[in-house]
DNA sequence: TAACTGTACTATTACATATAATACAGTATA
DNA sequence: TATACTGTATTATATGTAATAGTACAGTTA
């Protein structure tokens, strides 16, 4: 389900992040759902567990999860992640990441079609 | 020309990576332009030189510039970064800052208009 | 020769990451 | 009620990266 790769400079709360982040975009969670708790996925992935809480709470931050005091972690609705997202941050990531893509020669054909496919797979 | 920004929570060398790629991305420097020197743009700045070398270093490995004893640093040519960089990154990169936009409601058009955008200003 | 360039190295400080261990409070269930 | 889960909080420690400081050497230019 969430595994970790050693070769992968960021630090390990990153990769849990956008891991968890990755299954709710895709839909392999959804709202209202119950996540790993702390031990649980700590001692799956044989790491402490405050380096999960530290990726939990980030999550949480951003809206995409909430937590419940003795129950656990659960996924959070879209207007949650809408209402807490850094829209700003993420445009000009988009931007700068597709502006390097265009410069390096990549055919704009292939960026619409990336989109097409994103924004058709995506359950709405 | 180059600034800091110091509520910016990355790191000084990662800031001035990406300000530089940005000159180059906008046509700003040109294949051949020498840039600031290290001592230059570090006294400039009022930062270390070591930190203004990892910066440079980065780049010269990403194959945006490269570096010629006794005279200085100069932009590389399109054909240079496309032979060092790594697509498969910025295309996860892409994909995961778009499918994010996606699930929160950004509206495909949007999106498909900054596409134009770039691949029509992006002087080629 | 003098004043620039890049390069290389050591030492030091500061900060973020990750681990370890412990404790407390809320929830669910036998 | 007792037990075993949950999240939460705290302190301490080790490690690696980022950034600074200083020095030195080699190549280029005027």
Redesign the pocket.
Known sequence: MISLDFRDSR????QICDKVKKLILEGALSEGDKIM????LASSLT?????I??A??QLENEGYIY???????FVAGRKSAAKDADFGALFDTARATLSELCFLGTEKDTVTRMVDDIWKEMKR
């Open positions: 630090s390990i709360y990153e708790s702390v031990r649980e790491i402490n567990p405050n380096t809480v530290k939990y709470k937590s419940v005091q003795g129950k656990g972690y």
